[in-house]
Protein backbone atom coordinates (compact mmCIF):
# COMPACT_ATOMS: atom_id res chain seq x y z
CA UNK A 1 0.00 0.00 0.00
CA UNK A 2 1.27 3.41 -0.99
CA UNK A 3 -0.06 6.80 0.13
CA UNK A 4 0.51 10.01 -0.75
CA UNK A 5 -0.27 13.22 1.62
CA UNK A 6 0.01 16.48 -0.78
CA UNK A 7 -1.68 19.55 0.67
CA UNK A 8 -1.83 20.99 4.11
CA UNK A 9 -0.40 25.05 4.57
CA UNK A 10 -0.81 27.42 6.30
CA UNK A 11 -4.76 29.11 7.44
CA UNK A 12 -6.26 31.59 10.07
CA UNK A 13 -7.84 30.57 13.29
CA UNK A 14 -11.22 29.77 12.40
CA UNK A 15 -10.54 28.75 8.96
CA UNK A 16 -11.20 25.45 7.15
CA UNK A 17 -8.55 23.52 5.06
CA UNK A 18 -8.96 20.30 3.40
CA UNK A 19 -6.57 17.45 3.40
CA UNK A 20 -6.32 14.33 0.90
CA UNK A 21 -4.62 10.89 1.06
CA UNK A 22 -4.39 8.98 -2.41
CA UNK A 23 -4.10 5.58 -1.96
CA UNK A 24 -2.40 3.10 -4.36
CA UNK A 25 -1.61 -0.81 -4.23
CA UNK A 26 -3.74 -4.07 -4.38
CA UNK A 27 -5.06 -4.46 -0.96
CA UNK A 28 -5.16 -0.97 0.19
CA UNK A 29 -9.47 -1.25 0.78
CA UNK A 30 -8.53 -3.74 3.20
CA UNK A 31 -7.67 -1.90 5.54
CA UNK A 32 -8.76 1.23 7.40
CA UNK A 33 -7.34 5.02 6.71
CA UNK A 34 -6.50 7.21 9.28
CA UNK A 35 -5.26 10.71 10.05
CA UNK A 36 -2.45 11.33 12.59
CA UNK A 37 -0.99 14.40 13.30
CA UNK A 38 2.44 15.69 15.48
CA UNK A 39 2.70 18.63 17.29
CA UNK A 40 6.49 20.14 17.86
CA UNK A 41 7.45 18.30 20.74
CA UNK A 42 4.70 15.71 21.43
CA UNK A 43 3.78 12.28 20.30
CA UNK A 44 1.90 11.82 17.52
CA UNK A 45 -1.79 11.22 18.41
CA UNK A 46 -4.78 9.99 16.59
CA UNK A 47 -7.46 12.38 14.65
CA UNK A 48 -9.95 10.34 12.94
CA UNK A 49 -9.94 7.03 10.93
CA UNK A 50 -12.96 5.85 8.40
CA UNK A 51 -13.40 2.00 7.07
CA UNK A 52 -12.90 1.58 3.44
CA UNK A 53 -15.06 -1.45 3.15
CA UNK A 54 -18.05 -0.14 5.34
CA UNK A 55 -17.23 3.80 5.22
CA UNK A 56 -17.15 3.61 9.36
CA UNK A 57 -15.99 6.70 11.40
CA UNK A 58 -14.00 7.34 14.11
CA UNK A 59 -12.85 10.44 15.60
CA UNK A 60 -11.29 11.87 18.51
CA UNK A 61 -12.78 13.93 20.59
CA UNK A 62 -10.76 17.09 20.29
CA UNK A 63 -11.83 17.34 16.38
CA UNK A 64 -15.10 16.16 16.80
CA UNK A 65 -17.69 18.12 15.29
CA UNK A 66 -15.32 19.91 13.50
CA UNK A 67 -13.26 17.25 11.15
CA UNK A 68 -14.91 15.38 8.87
CA UNK A 69 -13.35 12.34 7.15
CA UNK A 70 -14.81 11.08 3.98
CA UNK A 71 -13.54 8.95 0.92
CA UNK A 72 -13.96 9.01 -2.98
CA UNK A 73 -13.80 5.51 -3.96
CA UNK A 74 -13.26 6.30 -7.94
CA UNK A 75 -10.37 8.39 -6.71
CA UNK A 76 -8.96 5.88 -4.24
CA UNK A 77 -8.50 9.27 -1.96
CA UNK A 78 -9.54 9.87 1.07
CA UNK A 79 -10.06 13.28 2.40
CA UNK A 80 -10.02 15.90 6.17
CA UNK A 81 -11.82 18.38 5.89
CA UNK A 82 -10.51 20.52 8.96
CA UNK A 83 -13.19 23.21 9.83
CA UNK A 84 -12.53 25.82 12.48
CA UNK A 85 -9.10 25.23 12.95
CA UNK A 86 -7.33 26.60 16.51
CA UNK A 87 -3.77 27.31 16.54
CA UNK A 88 -3.38 23.91 18.57
CA UNK A 89 -4.53 22.02 15.75
CA UNK A 90 -0.67 23.54 14.21
CA UNK A 91 1.01 19.90 13.57
CA UNK A 92 2.42 17.62 10.84
CA UNK A 93 -0.43 15.56 9.32
CA UNK A 94 0.15 12.06 8.41
CA UNK A 95 -2.36 9.68 7.11
CA UNK A 96 -1.78 5.94 7.50
CA UNK A 97 -3.42 2.63 6.15
CA UNK A 98 -4.16 -0.16 9.09
CA UNK A 99 -6.97 -1.87 10.80
CA UNK A 100 -9.68 0.52 12.18
CA UNK A 101 -8.24 1.75 15.56
CA UNK A 102 -7.04 4.80 17.21
CA UNK A 103 -3.83 3.46 17.91
CA UNK A 104 -0.57 3.97 15.70
CA UNK A 105 1.18 0.98 16.01
CA UNK A 106 -2.05 -0.61 14.42
CA UNK A 107 -1.44 0.91 11.17
CA UNK A 108 1.14 -0.22 9.17
CA UNK A 109 1.61 1.69 5.90
CA UNK A 110 2.62 5.77 6.32
CA UNK A 111 2.62 8.45 4.01
CA UNK A 112 4.78 11.48 4.27
CA UNK A 113 3.57 14.26 6.41
CA UNK A 114 1.98 17.44 5.20
CA UNK A 115 2.38 20.68 7.66
CA UNK A 116 -0.89 22.07 8.63
CA UNK A 117 -0.20 25.80 10.61
CA UNK A 118 -2.96 27.46 12.46
CA UNK A 119 -2.23 31.44 12.94
CA UNK A 120 -4.15 33.07 15.61
Known amino acids: VQLQAPGGGLVQAGGSLRLSCAASGRTFSRYAIGWFRQAPGKEREFVAT????????YYANSVKGRFTISKDNAKNTVFLQMNRLKPEDTAVYYC??????????????WGQGTLVTVSS
Open 96 to 109: AAGAISTIRSDYNY
Open 50 to 57: INWSDDYT
